[in-house]
Every structure is written in structure tokens, then in C-alpha cells.
């Protein structure tokens, strides 16, 4: 019975290795996603980004971006059946940011980040 309680405790350490592996900042609040498209228009920077297995689209005002970055973000505007002009083109949804901030400087701050404080 000693050996099965010590197994089901490594199980559950090992899992909780993995969770937090997989994103050490979820009991931040913060949504990570990871660039797959960059559109670039006057005033924004439209993301195609992955979070999780979903593809979503994100815009934030004008700022490089390149596909494969990790970035986080929190809150957001949705507005469904998006119409750019600029790109002539409709969206199905586009999510609004104020800003979003990398990995890096997330990583850097030791996971404390204020996601409305400039880059």
C-alpha cells in the first residue's frame, strides 16, 4: 500500500511538472499565443495566432511581429465580422489589445508584467 501511495504521489508531481512546463504563466491571467500570420496596416498589426489548438485573429496598434514569436496578453474588445478596409477584408472575429507583451520580457520581469505598460 506504501508503494502505491508513493507511485500516485510521483504521478502527481510529474503532471504538475508538466503543466507548468507546457505555460508558467496560466495562473497569471495572461493568454499565451503564438504568431502564424502577420498583417501590417497603417494603425495595427493584425496576428493570426495560436492559443492552445485555436487559431484566432488579434490586432494591436502598430509593432513588429514575426511568425513563431510567443506573446501574452490579457482582456480584449472582440468584434465579430470584422471589415478592414485596409485590407479589404472581412474577418469572422478580430480581438482588440491595447498592447501585448513578448515572452521575453514576461521572462524577464520573473513573470510580473503589467500587459497595458508599454514595450
Given at each position: ?25 496560466a ?8 504568431v ?6 497603417s ?77
Open positions: 500500500m506504501k508503494t502505491l501511495k508513493t507511485v500516485f504521489a510521483l504521478v502527481l508531481f510529474l503532471f504538475g511538472l508538466n503543466a507548468m512546463a507546457q505555460d508558467p504563466h495562473d497569471s491571467g495572461l493568454k499565451k499565443c503564438i502564424q500570420e502577420v498583417l501590417q496596416v494603425s495595427y498589426t493584425y496576428l493570426n495566432v495560436l492559443e492552445g489548438e485555436e487559431k484566432t485573429w488579434i490586432a494591436v496598434p502598430t509593432m513588429e511581429a514575426s511568425i513563431g514569436e510567443v506573446y501574452y496578453y490579457k482582456g480584449g474588445v472582440e468584434m465579430p465580422d470584422f471589415k478592414s478596409t485596409e485590407l479589404n477584408r472581412t474577418f469572422d472575429s478580430v480581438l482588440f489589445l491595447g498592447s501585448i507583451t513578448s515572452a521575453e520580457a514576461i521572462d524577464s520581469n520573473s513573470g510580473m508584467v503589467d500587459p497595458d505598460a508599454p514595450k
